[in-house]
């Protein structure tokens, strides 16, 4: 006889669910330390930035409309002038950086 009959050698260390598990954990732990908490660091840092719009900021949306913020609507919507005399209404959530700050609301009722 050629063929001889394989046997199976005993498993040792972790053993089988050890072995395939810890490899697992380990991907999930990289990926959540390198990619899932920087990009909800910088959802945070941008609902920030929306909650915090103001009259008088220089905003830059991200259609790349580079404008001054005239008017807070409400919660979701600002009026911006992108030049003078031309105003847009924009979502808040596409303003992408906020360049120069304004003033307070309160300051504008000294002049």
Do not use: C, W
């Amino acid at each position: 006889m050629f063929i001889t009959p394989a046997y199976a050698q005993g498993v040792g260390g972790l053993g089988g669910i050890g072995e395939f598990l810890f490899p697992l954990v380990a991907m999930f732990a990289i990926f959540y330390f390198l990619l899932i908490r920087p990009q909800q660091k910088r959802a945070k840092q941008h609902r920030e930035l929306v909650t915090n719009l103001r009259r008088g900021d220089t905003v830059v949306t991200s259609g790349g409309l580079i404008g001054k913020v005239s008017k807070v609507l409400d919660d979701n919507e600002a009026m911006i002038e992108i030049s003078e005399g031309v105003k847009i209404k924009i979502l808040k959530q596409f303003v992408t950086e906020v360049r120069v700050k304004g003033e307070p609301a309160s300051d504008d009722t000294k002049s």
